[in-house]
Structure formats: C-alpha cells, structure tokens
C-alpha cells in the first residue's frame, strides 16, 4: 500500500481522497483537510475573494495541492478565461473544468468541457475535467489531454451515491487514466463502494461539509476510501465480483 | 371618475415578446384553490425527494400549516445539500427615488410629498466607497421607477462606478427593454430582479393607478426580457399581503418554474417581501401573512426549487431572519439604508421607502451569522 500512489499528470499524491471547499465554515476546513489527510482540496475561483474580508484561501493549509475549479462558467471560453485567471493569481496549473449551464441539476456541458479542456491542456495545465460519464466523452477528453477524468456519480449535493455505478465502471475499464468520482457521494460506504469497484480516487463536499462533526466525518471518508482501495488491490473474491458460482465444476463431464 | 389607461395593453414603448408563460403563470393562479388541499396531498409532498407543481401547491396550503416543523425540517435539510453553510451578504443602494407611479401601498409613489433626490456620480462613488469598506462585494443598485429622473444611460453610469468596488452587481430599477439589457449588462450588471407586486392582475389594477408599472404583462415579462438580453440571473417576488398571497406565491413559484425550464442555464431567486399587517386580526383580513405563513412561503419555494437563492428582507425583524437563513434563506442584507445617500458621510438627501426592522450593521450580521454557525460569503460570482 504504502508505493500505492495517485498520479494525476506528473504528480504523485498518497491520498485518494481530494476534497472540496465550497460549503464550509471556513475556519474547519483545517480540521477537514488534516483528518482527511486530503493533498487536494478544491477551490472554486469565485469564491476565492480578494478585499479585506475572510478569503477562503488563508484558511486552506500551505501544503496541499489546490485545484481550482472554473466553477460559473457556462462555456468553454469561460473556463478558459477562469483557469487562466486562476494561474496568475498563484493557484498553480491544476485546473478542474467545471461548466453547467443547468442552474437545477448543475449538470456538466460535456462538449463544451471537450473544448475546454483541449485549450487549457495545450497551455500547459494539469486538467481534470468534471463530467456526465459518457464513454465516448471520456476517450475525447483523453485524446484532448486531460490528466484524469471526474465522472458524476449523481447530481452534485445529492446524496444519492452511485447512480452512474455501471457507467463509471465502463470508465474504469477502458480509460486509462485516474477516474476520481466526483458528485454524489453521500456516505463513507458509499465511497468505499466506489473504491472497491476501481476507482482511483474520490471527490466530496457536501457530504462531510454538513456533517454534525466535520473532522471525525473526514476521518470516517478517508478510512471508507482506503478501506476500499485496500480491498480492490486485494481483489474481491469472485463470487463478490462476478455473482454466484457452482461448488462442483460444470465441466468435469468433459472427458480429456 | 378620471380615466386610467388599460392595464393589460402594452405603451407603444414597450418590447413584446413572444412568450407563453404569462399565460401559463395566470392560468396555473387562476386555478390554484390552496383550500382542496388535503392533509394527504402535504404527506405525500413530503415523501417526494423531488416535488411537482402538485407538491408545491399542497405545501403552500393552510393544510400544510400543521406540519409547518417538518417542512422546515426538510426545506433546511434542501439548504444544507445545495449551499453547506454559506450564506451571501449584500446591500442595497439606493440612488434616486424619484418616481413616475402611483402604487398606493408604496412610499415613492408619485403622489407623496417626500424629498426626491438622485445622487450624482460623484455621490454614487462615495456611497458605494462607504459600502466597500464594510466588507460587502455585492451591491444592489435601486432606483424609484422613473425613466426621466434615472435613465438607462444613469443606472449604466452606476453600474460601471459599480464594478470598481464589488464583485457582484445586481438591479432592482424599472422594467426595460432587451436592448436597454443588453447595455446595462454591458455595463457590468449580470443579476436583474424586478417585483411583479401581484399576479391577481385584476388587484394589480386597483393597486397601481398610474406610470409604466400600470401595464401588468410587461412587467411580468421582465426577467425573460433580461434573459434573452444575456444577465445571469432573475429574481422573482410578490409582495405577500396585497392580494390573496397563496395565489400569489403560487404564481411566483411558478413564473420561476417556467423560466427556469425555458432558459435552463438562469440563476433563479426569490425574495419574500410581506405587506406588514397593522392589524392581526382573523376576522378582519384572514389572509394576513404573518410570520407562520412567510415561512411556510420560503419553505414551499426552498423545497419546489432546491437550488433558488432566497434573499431575506429587512423588512423582517433580527430574529426572524437570524432564523430563516438557518432554514431556507441564503442571502441577507446587511447595512441596510432605504433612503438616498444614508450610507457616506454627507446628508441624507431624499427619504426611505419603507421603515426597516432590522438596522444591524454588516459586522454586527457577519458576527451573527457566524455564532450560529454559519458561513457569511461575500461573493459567490465571477465575472466572465
């Protein structure tokens, strides 16, 4: 476990656990990353408040990776413009593309994502595309340079877990690259599911922002998403993964 | 008796547009009877993860009172999954209130002898300096309802002055025309709201005897005509009280509902402003809106649209709104002056439209917000 790393473009990361930032008091997002021991947290640009009031970027701790999200954009021009104003204000060359044009569901534009994401990986950034797990999407944004795709597993803030499960499993098989499921991720067991099933990393917010305990309910993901990781690289029995399997060989009628 | 003009007619002024959900609003009020509602119908809106035009009609219903706990219950739980703990902060800026209505029920009307003013862009300037320096990033610009007195070119003037000292620029002025949006827009305005008042269009008549705000279906097509001008986001709201305010929320909900189908991409926001009763008295007027019913209105709109920013008026007193954006309300102004130039150091120049009830300062409110345990946010925007 312990050479077990996530590599998202050239970085490596020992957590498989990237969280988010938006929904927060700000003063227990320390306490969040720390039982966490999350190295990515997100950042949606707009909130990332210049002026003389609390900004939400002295609250993140030094040592973690920040991945901003181009969270308000509606197209593909205005990622572009977001990520790039997230490089000069210091926030590194991770970009999560984030485009809704849907203000009710906050469902990804995945073609206007495609676009976005071509742009932005041409310029040099480490991009991690949000996205409605669609396979075809999902090899145009390998093609188109991104560094790890983040498939919803239902609507943001949801709750409801792993309604794209047999979607995301497509992902998992055939891209290769680090498939972090994004999104509707509402329960440790919930996130285990996804770990266990093959995903390389989760990404949650709501989840642990609203909890009653914040720090421990980190504590709780972060074991949930090591727990899984653990049983995947373990590989699950084959009655788990594969259904019911006869004791007695069906084929030993076969004369050889 | 003199003669008004016809309500209903559009002035020669006026954009058209080719729209049904004018008719669709009325038509869905017309028929809405909040009292068919059963105890059932609010039960069965409970269950729903997602609620239908049916759900929200049934938990705006006086059946739905007796399970007014578990709707907040539910609508808090709404709040929490879409906005954590944030809440945003802002202020209104008032720079003119000169006005060419005659709306009995308001403290601009044209009729009433109080001091009109209009700052001037240099005063423009120093109140929203003044404003900046409290904390705030987001400024609502307000005008009374004169295109004379503040034009499309003033407000835009503002607007600009505007985009110096915050993030977030929205309007409350008067109903304009695509291209009047599109200017203001331009100028760096990305939210517009505008107050349908009612959508009884026949009290509508009785309640707005003269101006531009007279004409009914113009104003309710203001948040598409801003839309279809490129603004971000629309806010809708009915003054609860002028009418039969079930009906009215109704068709508020369901004039967000519509739009929100139509242009999939708006920011849709309610605010819930109420006509303060004077006297509670069920005999007199059983449709008094008083605290009860206001938030079982913010709750019925928290839950239909889960995802709407719900602003919370100062007409509303500390402890209501310190409460509510615990609930359903995600946005609460702070430092709230209703008159013209209260927020600099100069003189106040021109009078309130209505009397606030809660006078607490931004710091006093961010304070607040974050003893109970909640995040205040000062922009949640970027401008693009």
Do not use: W
């Amino acid at each position: 476990m312990d050479n077990d790393k996530l590599i998202i473009g050239r970085h490596e990361f020992s957590s498989r656990f990237i969280l988010g930032s938006g929904k927060y008091s700000l003063d227990l997002i320390d306490a969040a990353v720390k039982n966490a021991r999350a190295e990515i947290i997100t950042l949606a640009l707009r909130r990332a408040a210049t002026g003389n009031t609390a900004n939400i970027l002295d609250y993140i701790p030094k040592d973690v990776t920040l991945l901003p999200n181009t969270s308000g954009a509606r197209n593909a021009d205005e990622a572009v413009r977001i990520a790039r104003l997230a490089r000069e204000i210091g926030c590194g060359d991770f970009v999560k593309i984030e485009i809704i044009r849907d203000t009710k569901y906050l469902f990804p534009d995945n073609y206007e994502t495609i676009k976005a994401c071509e742009i932005l990986a041409n310029e040099g950034f480490v991009v991690m595309p949000y996205m409605y797990p669609d396979l075809n999407v999902a090899r145009s944004l390998r093609d188109a340079g991104a560094s790890a795709v983040m498939p919803l597993g239902a609507p943001i803030g949801s709750n409801k877990g792993l309604a794209t499960r047999e979607f995301i499993k497509i992902l998992i098989d055939e891209i290769d690259l680090p498939i972090i499921v994004d999104a509707g991720i509402g329960k440790p067991s919930q996130a285990c599911e996804a770990m266990e099933m093959g995903a390389d990393a989760i990404m949650a917010n709501t989840a642990i922002a609203t909890a009653g305990n914040i720090p421990q309910m980190a504590e709780a993901f972060r074991k949930a998403i090591e727990a899984g990781r653990q049983a995947y690289l373990s590989g699950l029995g084959r009655i788990i993964e594969n259904g019911a399997s006869a004791s007695s060989p069906l084929t030993g009628f076969l004369e050889n | 008796m003199k003669k008004r003009i016809d309500h209903m007619n559009y002035l020669p002024d006026m954009d058209k547009i080719k729209s049904d959900i004018k008719d669709k609003v009325i038509y869905a009020m017309n028929e809405y009877n909040a009292d068919k509602y059963t105890e059932n119908d609010v039960l069965a809106a409970l269950e729903h993860s997602s609620k239908t035009v049916k759900d929200f009609a049934a938990l705006l219903s006086p059946a739905a009172l007796p399970y007014l706990e578990k709707i907040a219950q539910q609508a808090q739980y709404e709040t929490k999954k879409h906005f954590g703990n944030s809440v945003n902060m802002f202020t209104p800026l008032y720079i003119s209130n000169y006005c060419d209505n005659y709306c009995v029920y308001c403290g601009f009307n044209c009729r009433n002898k109080i001091h009109r003013a209009k700052l001037n862009a240099e005063e423009i300037e120093k109140e929203m300096q003044a404003i900046a320096q409290t904390g705030l990033q987001e400024v609502l610009i307000l005008t009374g309802e004169s295109k004379k007195m503040s034009g499309v070119k003033y407000i835009g003037e503002a607007c600009k002055i505007a985009r110096n000292y915050f993030k977030v620029v929205g309007l409350e002025v008067y109903p304009m025309n695509i291209d009047d949006y599109r200017y203001i827009h331009e100028c760096g305005a990305d939210y517009v709201t505008v107050f349908q008042e009612t959508y009884d269009f026949e009290k509508y008549e009785t309640l707005h005897l003269a101006g531009h705000k007279r004409i009914f279906p113009y104003r309710l097509e203001t948040q598409e005509r801003a839309l279809i001008a490129g603004m971000r986001g629309v806010g809708f709201a009915a003054l609860l009280g002028l009418a039969d305010f079930r009906k009215d929320a109704f068709a508020t909900g369901m004039h967000a509902y519509l739009i929100q189908r139509k242009y999939p991409h708006a920011e849709i926001a309610f605010s819930c402003p109420r006509l303060r009763p004077i006297i509670n008295n069920d005999k007199i007027n059983p449709k008094d809106v008083r605290e009860t019913q206001l938030l079982q209105v913010i709750c019925a709109y928290r839950l239909f649209m889960p995802f709407a920013s719900i602003t919370i008026s100062t007409r509303e007193c500390a402890r209501f709104r310190d409460n509510i954006v615990n609930i359903a309300a995600t946005k609460i102004s702070a430092g709230v002056d209703v008159g013209i130039g209260g927020h600099g150091n100069g003189e106040k120049k021109g009078d309130e439209q209505f009397e606030i009830s809660d006078g607490r300062t931004v710091e006093q409110i961010y304070s607040t917000l974050c003893q109970n345990g909640l995040q205040p946010v000062m922009s949640d925007y970027i401008y693009v």
